[in-house]
């Protein structure tokens, strides 16, 4: 909240004072945070390589996250969600008003363009025999108020090339918890030069001591999650305004922490640490 009188890493802000009565006791003392040495990643795992560790669902027509029968059949309630279907012909896609909110589109898994609200049509290149057509789609968040409170997310309706329904989904729930993937079973390769995307991509932070605070910051990353001993973090974006996410020092261990990094698009292979926040531009209090 870039209102709160306290920012999430316990941090005293202008509003705090205007609040905070004089008779009150003396303020606790800040966590010391940490700058350390950037985590470079050198293992990566393909989304592609890893959707061997996960259980497909059939449907005929698209079903939305809401309603996948996963988590005790209570539905999926954030993260990403997998759908694929064959095709046998290029053309116009188009998804209406179904994708929320959005979705990359791939053709025998190469990336062909984006769904979004600003972006609802796509031309699929013409090609021989049965193709795989794959849409990640990403719930990016939800309304608490408004017209649009009870509107469910994912993938919500048909999408349609040649103006025809496409059918027979093979759907993958991706809620990037924790559990939703044994990732130390996962067949992680070194990493190369030219990774494909979208990938998990592996590094290391070393803590030495009393492991401190700190702020994760992703320069040269697009989009994706960032997971911290198997602990999902938090989502970043380059587009901002946020561009740290908070680390708590009790997250980490005295040594070795394993970082993960699920990016969509384009990566930078290293993460960085630093002892500040950046939550992009802010307004004073007058």
Known sequence: DFDAPLTEAGEYTPKYH????????????LHYREAYE??????????????????PFKSAKPVNMENLPVNNRNGQSFGYTLYETTITSGGLLKSGDNVRDRALVFVDR?????????????????????????????NCGRVHQGRDLDKQHKLVGDILL????????????????????????????????????????????????????????????????????????GRYWSIGPQQTLYLPGPFLNSGINQVIVFEEQEGDYKVNFEDMPDLGMAADIQ
């Open 162 to 233: 040649n103006n025809i329904p496409l059918r027979d989904f093979t759907i993958y729930s991706l809620d990037m918890k924790p559990s939703f993937i044994d990732l130390y079973q996962a067949p992680w390769k070194t990493l190369s030069e030219s990774p494909s995307f979208p990938g998990f991509f592996m590094g290391r932070l070393f803590a030495y001591g009393y492991p401190s605070d700190t702020f994760v910051k992703m320069p040269g990353w697009e989009k994706g999650v960032v997971f911290i001993n198997g602990l999902n973090l």
């Open 18 to 29: 205007l609040l905070r009565d004089d008779s009150f006791p003396d303020m606790p003392a």
């Open 110 to 138: 190469s990336y062909i363009g984006l769904f979004k609200r600003q972006s609802l049509e796509l031309a699929v290149p013409d090609g021989k025999g049965r193709r795989t057509l794959s849409l990640l789609v990403e």
């Open 38 to 55: 950037p985590a470079i990643m050198y293992q990566h795992l393909s989304l592609w390589d890893a959707l061997s560790f996960t259980e």
